[in-house]
C-alpha cells in the first residue's frame, strides 16, 4: 500500500515553496459551486466573495504546502482563515441570534481541540479529518462572528473571552519547552528552524496578530455599544 500524502502534499523545501500550488479537481470544484451559491443567496455579495476569495487563496496558494512544513504557516492560514474570512463572511449573512458567548465557547472548544498533539497530528493523516478541522474551525468562526452582530452588548464579552483564550494559548506555544508536534520535528530545518522557535514563532504570531484583532474588535464593539444605548435614551 503507497503510504498517504497529506492534502496539502509533502513538505516542501524553500527552493520549491513558490511552485506548490494545488489545483486539486474536487477543491476547486467545491469552492466553485460554493461561489456560485453563496452570489445567488448572501445579502452583501461583495463581502462574501471578498470572503471565499481569501478562503480559496488559503488553499490553493503556496500558504498550503508551507503549512506541511511549519506549524507557524499553519498557525497564519488559521488566523487568516478564523479572524480575517470569517468575521467578512459573517458580514456578508443575515443576523443570527444565536448567544455570542455560546458561540465563543464552541470556537474556543474546537480551536484548542484541533490544534492539541493528537487531533493535529490526525490532521496530517487523513483528508477527511483535516477538511474536518478546516470547516468546524471556519464555521465555528463565522457563527461567533454573525453572532456579535446581533448583539452588542454580549458580543464584547464573547469577544474578550475569545481574545483571552487566545492569548493563553499562544502564550502556553510560546513559553513551552518543547515542541508540540512531533510531524515537524525534521520538516522546519530547510527553512533554518528549529521546531521549537517554528512553534515560537506560531505562538507569537497568534499573540500579536490575534491578540491585536480582538483588541480591536472589542474596542469597536464598546463603541458600537455606548453608541446605541446613548441613542437609545434620547
Do not use: N
Not at 139 to 164: H, Q
Amino acid at each position: 500500500m503507497d503510504p498517504y500524502t497529506p492534502f496539502c502534499g509533502t513538505p516542501p523545501i524553500p527552493t520549491e515553496l513558490l511552485t506548490r500550488w494545488t489545483f486539486d479537481p474536487v477543491l476547486i470544484a467545491g469552492l466553485l459551486v460554493a461561489l456560485g451559491a453563496g452570489l445567488a443567496w448572501a445579502p452583501d455579495r461583495r463581502r462574501f466573495a471578498t470572503a471565499w476569495a481569501l478562503v480559496a487563496f488559503l488553499f490553493v496558494s503556496p500558504l498550503c504546502a508551507a503549512s506541511m512544513a511549519l506549524f507557524s504557516a499553519r498557525v497564519a492560514q488559521h488566523i487568516l482563515l478564523t479572524l480575517v474570512a470569517a468575521p467578512l463572511l459573517a458580514a456578508a449573512l443575515p443576523k443570527t441570534r444565536v448567544s455570542p458567548v455560546g458561540a465563543a465557547a464552541a470556537f474556543a472548544g474546537l480551536f484548542w481541540m484541533w490544534h492539541a498533539p493528537g487531533p493535529y497530528q490526525a490532521t496530517l493523516e487523513s483528508d477527511l479529518v483535516y477538511w474536518s478541522m478546516h470547516i468546524s474551525l471556519f464555521a465555528a468562526a463565522t457563527l461567533m462572528f454573525a453572532t456579535m452582530r446581533a448583539a452588542p452588548e454580549k458580543a464584547v464579552l464573547a469577544a474578550a473571552l475569545t481574545g483571552a483564550q487566545l492569548t493563553v494559548f499562544a502564550a502556553l506555544l510560546t513559553l513551552s519547552p518543547s515542541p508540540w508536534h512531533g510531524w515537524h520535528a525534521l520538516t522546519t530545518v530547510p527553512y533554518g528552524l528549529s521546531a521549537l522557535a517554528d512553534q515560537q514563532l506560531a505562538g507569537a504570531l497568534m499573540w500579536v496578530a490575534g491578540g491585536g484583532l480582538f483588541m480591536a474588535m472589542i474596542a469597536h464593539l464598546t463603541w458600537r455599544f455606548l453608541r446605541e444605548t446613548s441613542a437609545g435614551h434620547r
